[in-house]
């Protein structure tokens, strides 16, 4: 397998972020992401939408710190494959695993290599925690949108047909608010899922064929 293709993360990341930007200029260019923007009294969309925005940053910087890890190492796995001398990575968590693999005094590694899963995913949890977030603060828009909605109910006193017109209005604001907040809070967050989806799966693929490695050609030997 090709390390320069096969670890090329970042690529996808770009592509990936490519085509959201793009929706969202087809969005902006119709005018919907105004409109929804300018129809939500609660503010709670500006909210939603600065969070995307600071996670998806995250999710590319983490990216790029995964497709350095993984390159390193299938440029390691292409020199163990080919049965010459290797080069050890000294960098990054994988730099950290094989100098601990170097220093553990018995040959199992299954410590070390649980150790390595668990902080190389833990470096996501932030981004799964914040689509959650997103997705509650659509739901909190909702709340508030219906509690806006019926706040001029509450206030009328006395049937008037010339109060109406201005009921109505204040009641569609409110409804205004409680469908684009909760819009902006699933899109967000269903998009936010997709992308650290794809960091937990190539992190996966990581972590499994450094296990097969480490069991392959450093069983008996750590790597120097």
Not at 159 to 186: C, H, I, K, N
Request: hydrophobic share 50%; proline share 3%; glycine share 8%.
């Amino acid at each position: 397998m090709n390390p320069l293709t096969d670890s090329n993360l970042i690529l996808r990341a770009l592509i990936i972020l490519g085509l959201i930007a793009f929706g969202f200029f087809v969005v902006a260019q119709k005018g919907l992401l105004t409109l929804a923007l300018t129809s939500d009294r609660s503010y709670i969309s500006y909210v939603i939408f600065v969070i995307y925005l600071i996670a998806t940053l995250h999710w590319l910087w983490l990216a790029r710190g995964l497709s350095i890890e993984r390159r390193h190492f299938y440029g390691l796995e292409s020199q163990f494959e080919q049965g010459g001398p290797h080069t050890p990575v000294q960098i990054g968590l994988l730099g950290r695993f094989f100098g601990n693999l170097n220093a553990k005094k018995d040959n199992d590694p299954a410590a070390l290599l649980s150790a390595f899963n668990d902080e190389l995913l833990n470096r996501h949890a932030l981004g799964h925690f914040l689509s959650d977030v997103l997705l509650k603060l659509g739901l909190l828009g909702t709340i508030v949108g219906f509690i806006l909605m019926l706040l001029p109910v509450g206030e009328l006193k006395e049937f008037d047909p010339s109060l109406m017109q201005r009921l109505l209005s204040s009641m569609s604001g409110g409804m205004a608010v409680a469908l684009y907040t909760t819009l902006a809070g699933l899109v967000t967050s269903t998009l936010l899922k997709v992308q650290y989806h794809v960091l937990d799966t190539s992190a996966v693929q990581l972590c499994n064929r450094l296990a097969v490695l480490t069991d392959l050609y450093l069983g008996d030997h750590a790597a120097d």
